[in-house]
């Protein structure tokens, strides 16, 4: 049981190139998100999925695609990074509410590091 | 718009003596509150959650309190403990319907507790 995974670790882009962000989870949960996090900045929801084959934009979703082809992976995608772009990536799953209240919180990945020059 | 604020980006205290931790928050819908513990290179780990309804939620050396008129909560940690330094972030989310479980973050507190 690997709980939240993400691919890959760390890497290093130039200006203007792609790249894809794989976050892979085994909890069958239903909700799936991307954040990065950013010095003096917390953590800030790029875009995020209530389920398999829908997508929603968070707080900053400009400059990202995100694709919910399956439950268990979320893809983040840069079709064109940008310094601004340099962060650390996290992603995040969730079940869902339950009937009694909030049970669960959110399970985070130990993150990608992205460094774009 | 910081919904979501930790005005203390680091706090030092002694091993042995009470980390007190604040968050302020300006949305008066959020319903639940977490704390969340990360160290270097790993991702956030949950910490305490407490509900709106309530104004105090204990777990072990951890205990969040709420006060809603104010709109305030705090982390204690008693006593503090070499391993707890990390950054802490506190987080917030409404319900709404169904499919909106969002959490918006703080901007985190370091807390580096001194042997």
């Known amino acids: 049981n690997a709980g939240v995974t993400q691919t890959p670790k760390f890497r290093v882009l130039k200006t203007g190139q792609s790249m894809t962000l794989l976050c892979a989870q085994d909890?069958?949960?239903?909700?799936m998100y991307w954040y990065r996090q950013d010095p003096g900045m917390g953590l800030r929801l790029i875009h995020y999925?209530?389920?398999?084959?829908?997508?929603a934009k968070g707080e900053v979703p400009d400059g990202y695609n995100v694709s919910r082809l399956k439950k268990q992976n979320f893809l983040l995608g840069l079709e064109s990074a940008a310094p601004s772009q340099t962060s650390v990536y996290f992603c995040?799953?969730?079940?869902?509410?339950?009937?009694?209240?909030?049970?669960?919180?959110?399970?985070f990945g130990p993150g990608t590091r992205l460094l774009v020059l | 718009d910081q919904q979501v604020k930790q005005n203390s980006p680091s706090l030092s205290v002694q091993e042995g003596r009470i980390s007190i931790l604040n968050c302020d928050y300006t949305?008066?819908?959020?319903?639940?509150f977490l704390w969340y513990k990360k160290y270097p290179a790993e991702g956030p780990t949950f910490l305490i959650s407490?509900?709106?309804?309530?104004d105090k939620n204990e777990d072990g050396r951890f205990t969040v309190f709420l006060n809603k008129s104010a709109k305030h909560l705090s982390l204690h940690i008693v006593p503090s403990q070499p391993g707890d330094s990390a950054v802490y972030f506190c987080?917030?989310?409404?319900?709404?319907?169904?499919?909106?479980?969002?959490?918006?973050f703080g901007t985190g507190t370091r807390l580096t507790i001194i042997p």
């Open positions: 407490i509900s709106s309804i309530k």
């Open positions: 999925s209530v389920g398999e084959g829908t997508t």
């Open positions: 949305n008066s819908m959020f319903d639940y």
């Open positions: 995040a799953t969730f079940r869902a509410r339950l009937a009694g209240g909030l049970t669960e919180t959110q399970y």
């Open positions: 987080a917030a989310v409404y319900g709404g319907r169904f499919g909106n479980e969002k959490l918006t």
């Open positions: 909890m069958n949960h239903e909700y």
